[in-house]
Nanobody, 128 residues
């Protein structure tokens, strides 16, 4: 079973940028559909972004469209979430999620139950 490790969170001011990284252990990373979710205190875990095996397709929750960009580097077993123009409402723990397919997945997946592997999360706090 692959393990996922997020990094890059922190405390920033509104309007700032952060880039989250999620690195996977093991091989065949290109066979994994990857996504980012977030969870604010007292809230359910929310889909943020997802990406297909080669980055050809991506999907975002409406609240981050135009501000966040998901990308991946299969040679480095890493998926990224570039977050620009951060807002206080983006404050949450951000989780990386993955699901392995027998062949590289061409689609994106936005549901919590679509994924079977999760990182430990990284805190993002945006001050006003």
């Amino acid at each position: 079973q692959v393990q996922l490790a997020e990094s890059g969170g922190g405390l920033v001011q509104a309007g700032s940028s952060l880039r989250l990284s999620c690195t996977a252990s093991g091989r065949t990373f290109s066979n994994y559909a990857m996504g980012w979710f977030r969870q604010a205190p007292g809230e359910e875990r929310e889909f943020v972004a997802a990406i297909s095996w080669n980055g050809g397709k991506s999907a975002y929750v409406d609240s981050v469209k135009g501000r966040f960009t998901i990308s991946r580097d299969n040679a480095k077993n890493t998926v990224y979430l570039q977050m620009n123009s951060l807002k206080p409402e983006d404050t949450a723990v951000y989780f990386c999620a993955g699901r392995k397919f027998l062949i590289p997945p061409v689609g994106t997946y936005s549901q919590y139950h679509d994924y079977d592997t999760w990182g430990q999360g990284t805190q993002v706090t945006v001050s006003s």
